[in-house]
């Protein structure tokens, strides 16, 4: 049965990575094309840094991803707060579906609902455009990450500020958001993925001045992919295995701290 189990999570390991590593290989191919393995080369790379259009794409898609992931998390936090703090079981279950709508649509019709509506402001599209609507379909997820958990938070917590006489802005800068932390951190990351990500909505409120790097690799790999493109997802990948080995390092780290100061009270 072990060796089944083994197998099977082999194939299916296999099925994740291998696109990847035939995309990382074929980046230092000298050919032009993924056809044939030619000879070991950076070419591709440094057509990469002389690609000065693609680079700012880059630049662009990350500025916009950061600033969408952080105005999100903001109104994400504040729309938790809301929907937590909601007496009425009907208001509370309300916002919530709400909440969802965004989630389980399907992209194509939320990137067209938001072409319409940018159209009826008479908004040109462009940084802006694409900049309000990351920050629509990113709040639903960060609203998703920071409730669960404000539920698990002990409300005593709140119950003893409130006695010692903090007021309501001390409660909520130095109880609740310290407790609800690693829900908005997760909340910020995963807006942050899914603005990276994101092509369907991007596509529908983007303007001829401005494109994201997922709009942009659309386009070229309608003319043939190019080896590029494979140069880029190589560099992005490693700076995404960077990212992980040093988170993993840092929760091992604060995992040892508390372990060492659960021992020092025992």
Request: aromatic share 12%; hydrophobic share 55%; glycine share 6%.
């Amino acid at each position: 049965m072990k060796i089944i189990e083994r197998a099977w999570l082999t194939f299916a390991f296999f099925l994740l990575y291998a696109p990847i590593l035939f995309l990382v290989v074929y980046s230092f191919n000298g050919g032009e094309t993924m056809q044939a393995f030619e000879s070991f080369s950076f070419v591709h790379y440094q057509e990469l840094w002389e690609d000065t259009r693609l680079l700012e794409i880059v630049l662009d898609t990350l500025i916009l991803a950061l600033a969408s992931s952080l105005i999100a998390t903001v109104v994400g936090t504040i729309g938790a707060l809301a929907i937590f703090r909601a007496q009425r079981k009907l208001l509370k279950e309300t916002l919530l579906g709400l909440n969802n709508v965004l989630l389980v649509s399907p992209d194509v019709i939320i990137g067209a609902a938001f072409l319409i509506l940018m159209t009826a402001l008479g908004l040109k599209l462009g940084f802006l455009t694409v900049l309000l609507a990351h920050v629509a379909f990113s709040i639903p997820i960060v609203v998703l990450m920071v409730l669960p958990k404000l539920q698990e938070m002990n409300r005593d917590l709140v119950l003893a500020a409130q006695d010692l006489g903090a007021k309501p802005t001390e409660v909520l800068t130095k109880v609740t958001l310290p407790v609800i932390s690693s829900g908005i951190v997760a909340g910020f990351f995963m807006a942050l993925t899914y603005s990276l990500d994101d092509f369907a909505v991007t596509f529908f409120v983007t303007g001829n001045g401005f494109s994201t790097l997922a709009v942009e690799v659309y386009s070229r790999a309608r003319q043939g992919v190019s080896l590029e493109i494979n140069a880029l997802s190589t560099l992005m990948l490693f700076v995404a295995f960077v990212l992980v080995l040093g988170y993993y390092a840092y929760s091992q780290k604060q995992k040892g701290k508390k372990t060492k100061l659960k021992e020092k009270v025992k």
